[in-house]
């Protein structure tokens, strides 16, 4: 039995506060980790305010760990006590579903979610996952920044591989922000011609050394329109509605527009423009065990890494209301 210290939310809204509980016996899939670093997400805070009618209290949130293996069950096999680890936002697939068989592990009919579903987050100093959800660490990324790669990294690179991106494709990024930067790192070291689509001016210089070639003023109607007909995709990271009609427009025949940030609200949507020029909608969160691993390779071998900042755990909730004022830049990692 290991005793867990964690911070936690005891009511939707409230500020997290200590909370000491016990893990049950080690089970034979199960892998403890020594959390060393965990990075903030929007999710975070919609689950901490119960927004989206799902969370169950105390709420301890964190779903973006990096730490080093202290347990591991008889069955697992890929890593062992003393490896640097990280885990996202999955803790648990049931490995006999078509989908896990298909290696779409993300999307098991029973998926376990890190901070949901009875179990606790990594805003702790021990987190508990089983399996394959537990992805070794290459020793060429810095654990301190490596922990939203396991979340905002895998999101914004899935897309890539799953709708076959060519490194000859001029793909639009819309929203700069902590999706938004990795995706022109990402789009820039796949070889594309990436365009940054952003309503602030200040970031235009940052869109550019994140490796964008042009940045497009996306609150410029007249920007915009110009751009009519340019993009093979165009990857949305923002959780604002926007009129998609005058975003689809920008697409080339047989474009895409790709939605990666929630959207809460529906959107509305003129379909003939989508049926004359075979146009496509759609979204994705996360992706499987491999693929993560795939994005840690990849991010490794061309120096991507989110641009972050840290806050001690002690200070969690300085952290939270940082990350709330939409103030941080881009990402934001806990420290133990």
Known sequence: MRTVNAFAAKQAGSSLEPLE???????????DIQVEHCGLCHTDLSLRDNAWGITEFPFVGGHEAIGTVIGAGSEVVHVQIGDRVGLGGHSHYCMTCRQCLDGDHNLCETVQSTVSAGRHGAFADIVRATGVSVVKL???????????????????????????????????????????????????????????????????DEAKAFGAHDVINSRSPEALAAAAGTFDIILSTIDVALDWNVIIAMLKPKGRLHFLGVQAVPAELHLMPLMFAQLSLSSSLVGSPQRIADMLEFCARHDIKPVTEHFPFAKINEALAHLESGMARYRIVLDQ
């Open 21 to 31: 509980y016990e893990l049950g016996p080690l089970g034979s899939d199960d892998i």
């Open 138 to 204: 290459p020793e060429d990324l810095d654990p301190k920044d490596a922990g939203p790669l396991f979340c905002a990294g895998i999101t914004v690179f899935n897309p890539f591989v799953e709708y076959d991106i060519k490194p000859t494709a001029r793909i639009a990024v819309l929203g700069i922000g902590g999706l938004g930067h990795l995706a022109l790192q990402l789009g820039k070291a796949w070889g594309c011609h990436v365009t940054a689509l952003t309503s602030s001016h200040s970031k235009n």
